[in-house]
């Protein structure tokens, strides 16, 4: 036990223990347990007397014994919001009270106190926490002065930690014995960043959800990435201008091993006040309060006032070799571009600082000057596409991608180009995590090994030369990669049928279905297997979709007709009517659900419904056949499209769209959306016959074999394939 106690404070120790003679003693007494890095106690596994005529038991089978419990750190954090609010603190006062319960942690007699919970008086551990707060092992050094008053002032001004609450969870001592036990551990142990996962989580309960701000806080384990990417090393200068409560400076520590060498390397920059108190805190509780952090913006421009800190000429003096940034989104001042520039600034000829930003960067159309700018003075390295989900839980949830600039080399060559879409999580239980234990060290390995050697992978990677001449294309992946058919599965043609049979019910197209059997109706969808049809992609050839106007050979299957310029119905001036349908049209949006319809209006005289019979394509990429007349809603980006051709029938319309709404699901985003030159890029695989000509015949049966799977009632399914004949 005493060497575990000596290597505890590097290492987390399995540590085995026996007591006994052999030659004297008839039984032993054996030990065995883990004492985690950083922590004052062990846990005990096995504490058992082993009698002489009995083996040890091999390594193996202690380590089976040995079992780390998933640490729920959303369900602790919601536990704590609880609690706090029945004493009155406010959601962004919650985060900076737990940090300094965490620094107040750090005093021997403190923690004592909590862990054997002894208090004379409930109303005597605010006095107490101050108290903790001014040891040397907490803020005790003169340089903490100011983030010591932030906190001292932040207990003094909540009279309610004064009253002994009647429910005891809700008390103080309560709060400080679940945040030593549940989540100081949590710092050396757990290799996310702790603070900015409790800020991130308080700020999903505040209004706005600091979308104001244009706060979107990095995941930890992309910010790991973010220093495998680099490959940082113990002698690199990292910066980060926007660095918020400081996940990439967390990570960075936590990824060099000699901590004390490297610690002074870390310079950080934010300038919003609570956010920098928490920034300060979190390096503090990472051993590094030494660390470089200004409390200032990082342009010096605009500062006019007395006292704020004229921050680049300090920065220009360093030389920096590896920076980070995640800039603010959607600021009236400064694009994300100009932020991605203004780091660059900082970066020594030659090295790296890698960036993950809003897609609309990458994609074109916005902050031209500064994207001419970034390619004739930086390099860009590489792009990849991030998961559409990455941000979930934020009101906003920006699509984003990882840019990595070498800094102060004019760009020329190839970029390389990913998309990184599936990073081993998914959404459960309303919450982002990995799909089972290991997925994003295996992912993150795969991702590193192909970035390395800038491998070519057909749908996943390729390369692109772009020039400063023609910076407004797109460095989007999505943009030069094509779309793999083959992923496109049965059961989403059956959900595309799903949908449009929905929205025929709700034209009331099928005469016999009244409103109120619509539940049942869709209650018997949900509950029906499809059928394995085959779908044999590999086979089926590749065709335009869409007939270039100014191509003399007309290759193609559909003509496009762009959305009306007049802005008659918007989504927001529709009135929907659902008593009297016959009187009404169809509203069709960019959504990607109920066959793209938010309502139906009343015919107006100033606009033509278009004709239906034709397949619509949203901004988004949502393809839907439309059986009906119908209006477009008009939106500044994203236009719907109409899709129209001779040869299109009902059947062909389902087949085609369900096809491509699936094929393209993970090919449009809000970085990427329809307009004519992308259209004109369109491909489809279709099966063909012999003669190399799409077979509609098959697509047409294999509608109405899928259509005949669905358990609905006789007589409704065959009104609807009389529909089909």
Known sequence: MYYAKYFKESYTVLFLAVTGEAEKEEEWITSFGIWKQGLKDHKQVIDKIITKKEEFLPWQSYFE?????????????????????????????????????????????????????????EEDIPNLLKNALNSKKSLGIKGYLPLKKKLQELIDSNSHLLIKQKKKEHRLSSILKKIQEEVYPLLKTYNTDIISEFYYEFLRYSPGDGKGLGIVLTPSHIAELFCDLIDLKSDDKVLDICCGTGTFLVMALNKIAKKEDFKDNLYGVESDDEIFHLLWMNMILHGDGSSHIFQTSCFDENKKSEGQIVIEPILEKVGFTAGFLNPPYSQHDYSEAKFILHLLKFIEKGREAVVITHMKVARGGTSEKERKELLENHTLKAVMTMPSDLFYGTQSQPPTVIMVWVAKKPHQGETWLASWKDDGYEIKDNKREEKEKGSWLKTKKQWLENYKKTKKEEYISTSQVFTSEQSENSWLPEFYLPVDFSKVKEEQFMESIRDYLGYIMAVNKVSDVSSTSLPKLFEELESSPPKNFSLNVEEWKEFQLIINYNDTDKKGLFYAEPAPKEDHFRTKNAKPHFQNLKQTIPLISNSGKNNGCVGFVEKNILEMPAKGGCITLGGFGAFFYQPIDFYRTYAQDGNVWVLRADWL???????????????????FHYGYRTNKKVINDLKVKLPVKENQEPDWEFMEKYIKQAISTLSLSLSLKIQFLQRLI
């Open 65 to 121: 014994r040995l079992k780390e419990e998933k640490v729920d750190l959303r369900s602790i954090t919601k536990d704590l919001h609880n609690r706090l609010r029945v004493i009155k603190f406010g959601n962004k006062a919650k985060p900076l009270f737990i940090g300094a319960c965490l620094l107040a942690l750090r005093d021997d007699d403190f923690w004592q106190k909590v862990s054997d919970v002894n208090f004379d008086k």
């Open 649 to 667: 029938n009902e059947k062909r319309g389902l087949f085609l769209a369900s096809l491509l709404t699936n094929a393209y699901a993970e090919k």
